[in-house]
């Protein structure tokens, strides 16, 4: 819930967006949340958000219970000193983290969680929004995987 010290009206935002389902009929929220905002030039019309919404309202049907759930994370199983998951050492290869660096969810302090929880120094920043596969900006994430790929 750190997301709710940044901002207020960030913080309803991502409440509405998601408690209240407002990602699924709302534009605006839905562009904020996920393509980098109105004021972003991203590539993605009305036309894509509400085809966007289509699928979001879909998956929707299945809920999740977030008590019962944050209860069975891998994270809760951490090295409490590394913050290192139990299972890292026994990956077939490095990891990849990747973060967005104009994401509105999820801040870059989760992105570094994220990477130290899977013995990385650092998630690779890539100049996005929230969802880096899709507008303008799909390159740079595709790039990243590349040179990842690459590094194997």
Request: glycine share 6%.
């Amino acid at each position: 819930l750190r997301f709710l010290l940044r901002s207020v009206r960030d913080s309803w935002k991502i409440i509405a967006g998601f408690v209240l389902k407002k990602a699924i009929t709302d534009k605006a929220i839905c562009r904020d949340l996920f393509f980098g905002g109105a004021e972003y030039d991203n590539g993605i019309s009305d036309e894509d958000i509400e085809r966007f919404q289509g699928y979001f309202d879909r998956d929707t049907v299945a809920t999740i219970d977030l008590s019962d759930f944050a209860k069975k994370l891998p994270s809760v199983k951490a090295d409490k000193q590394s913050g290192k998951a139990p299972f890292v050492d026994q990956l077939p290869s490095r990891p990849l983290v990747i973060a967005a660096s104009d994401d509105f969810i999820v801040d870059e302090e989760g992105s570094r969680e994220t990477a130290k929880y899977l013995n990385l120094e650092s998630p690779i920043f890539v100049d996005s929004p929230h969802d880096v596969m899709l507008g303008k900006k799909w390159k740079n994430g595709a790039d990243a995987i590349l040179k990842w790929v690459q590094a194997l």
